[in-house]
DNA sequence: CTTGACCTTACCATGATGGGAAGCCCCATC
DNA sequence: GATGGGGCTTCCCATCATGGTAAGGTCAAG
């Protein structure tokens, strides 16, 4: 029976979630305390295995650890409203999408100055221009910093280091 | 003509820039020190003031804090070749198509999944089915940490608080 | 001369991740 | 049965850009 469970190395690699980040899960209060040999070694079984791989996949989603933690006590409640779940899900797309269309904003903005830029060896450049350009709005008003909205970041963690 | 200086609060009020910032900016170098008071006081005249706007006008193109310093080397060089500003301007343009192509990849299967997901009080939900799935690649090998791809990542942190 | 608004530096937190050190454990090979 | 190498443990540090807070100095208006 306990033949059946790995250590948390084998766990990674069988999941997609590196030990370290196991590690951290579960000191933040994710996942529950792993069960621990004599030696004070990590092991897990199928079930913990699964549960990893959908922490892993919510991840990649963009599913913050916060949301996740979420996401997963729905999912071990075998009998709530599936209306909490999309819920979720739902937050999570607008986030995605008023991220995307910044990000959009941001693109667009830096062709049309790219566009405009020989790109020779001249000296003129449009680009440090309108950077340069004084008529600038000074402080656009930060809205309050609201408990949502963090969700996908990671995401963007990893994006840096994937790639 | 040092009556035309203003303290950093005042400085952080006119360019956006928080006057947290500015200091830290300072510090890790990608501004010089400002012009102190006898008492210790920093003062900015009208060129740190610009500079100050050219800094958060990219800031708020998604530019890393890296590459802004190229940039600012650029545009204090009047003779440089607007080709250098034009490629830094690409590779952030590139950074940004990629992780927007990515965010809309994440969007686009949770639409998928909610739309498939009724949202009512009963317990069934494809969306928890599909994160539970078994059938999911392991580890997708993670690509060198490459220098660039970093640009941008402020813009996600300003994400977070201003919405 | 007091008060309050501003400045200074210094430290801590964020979120999710990686890196590394110091030390213990397990297994296989000699 | 010792030894070596690889895996495990915990703990600390760095990232990137930003905010918060605390302890203390400064300045200007009342």
Do not use: N
Not at 33 to 54: I, K, M, N, Q
Not at 98 to 113: C, N, P, S, V
Not at 127 to 134: G, Q, S
């Amino acid at each position: 029976m306990s033949a059946e469970t790995v250590t948390i190395g084998e766990a990674a690699r069988r999941t997609g979630v590196s030990a370290k980040m196991i590690r951290w899960y579960e000191a933040t209060g994710l996942l529950p305390p792993a069960a621990r040999s004599e030696a004070g070694y990590r092991h897990y079984d199928e079930a913990d295995l699964h549960t990893l791989r959908f922490v892993r996949r919510a991840r990649d989603l963009g599913f913050s650890v916060e949301a996740i933690a979420g996401l997963l006590a729905l999912w071990r409640d075998r009998a709530r409203p599936s209306a909490g779940v999309k819920a979720i899900a739902q937050e999570q797309i607008v986030d995605l999408r008023r991220r995307i269309a910044e990000m959009e904003d941001m693109a667009r903005t830096l062709e049309r100055l790219a566009e405009s830029c020989c790109g020779d060896d001249r000296p003129e450049c449009p680009i440090l221009d309108d950077l340069a350009a004084k008529d600038r709005a000074p402080a656009p008003p930060r809205r309050s910093p609201a408990s949502a909205a963090l969700a996908t970041h990671a995401a963007h963690q990893r994006d840096k280091r994937g790639r």
